[in-house]
C-alpha cells in the first residue's frame, strides 16, 4: 500500500522554525516528483516547494526561507521552514507526482498525498 507519513507539524512564534517530514511507504520515492502544499481555512492549497532529480521549485512567498530535501536511504522528503510568520499558518500535505508534465503547483498533478501537519504561527 501507497503511503506517506508526516510529522513535524506545531506550534510556534514568529520568526521561528519547524522541519516537516514526509515518510513514504510502498514506492520509492526518487522515482516521483516530490512536493509540499498547504492549505490555510478558507482558502485553496496553495504549492510551496518542489523537488526532484536536478532541481527543486519554490512559491514566492517562501523563497529564501523554506528548503526542500529529501534522503534516498530513509526514502523521506523534508521541508525545513525558517524565519516563519503568521501567514504560513496552515496544514501542510507531502504528496507525489508520477510525471513533470504539468505545473509543479498544480495539486491536480499529483496523485499520493500524505494526511496533514498542522503548522501555526502565533506569538
Known amino acids: 500500500q501507497l503511503q506517506f507519513v508526516e510529522s513535524g507539524g506545531g506550534l510556534v512564534q514568529p520568526g521561528g522554525s519547524l522541519k516537516l517530514s514526509c515518510a513514504a511507504s510502498?514506492?520509492?520515492?526518487?522515482?516521483?516528483?516530490g512536493g509540499w502544499f498547504r492549505q490555510a481555512p478558507g482558502k485553496e492549497r496553495e504549492g510551496v516547494s518542489y523537488?526532484?532529480?536536478?532541481?527543486?521549485r519554490y512559491a514566492d512567498s517562501v523563497k529564501g526561507r523554506f528548503t526542500i530535501s529529501r534522503d534516498s536511504a530513509k526514502n523521506t522528503m523534508y521541508l525545513q521552514m525558517n524565519g516563519l510568520q503568521p501567514e504560513d499558518t496552515a496544514v501542510y500535505f507531502c504528496?507525489?507526482?508520477?510525471?513533470?508534465?504539468?505545473?509543479?503547483?498544480?495539486?491536480?498533478?499529483?496523485?499520493?498525498w500524505g494526511q496533514g501537519t498542522q503548522v501555526t504561527v502565533s506569538s
Open positions: 523537488i526532484t532529480s536536478g532541481l527543486s
Open positions: 504528496a507525489a507526482r508520477i510525471r513533470a508534465d504539468s505545473s509543479w503547483d498544480d495539486p491536480n498533478a499529483y496523485q499520493y
Open positions: 510502498g514506492f520509492t520515492l526518487d522515482y516521483y516528483g
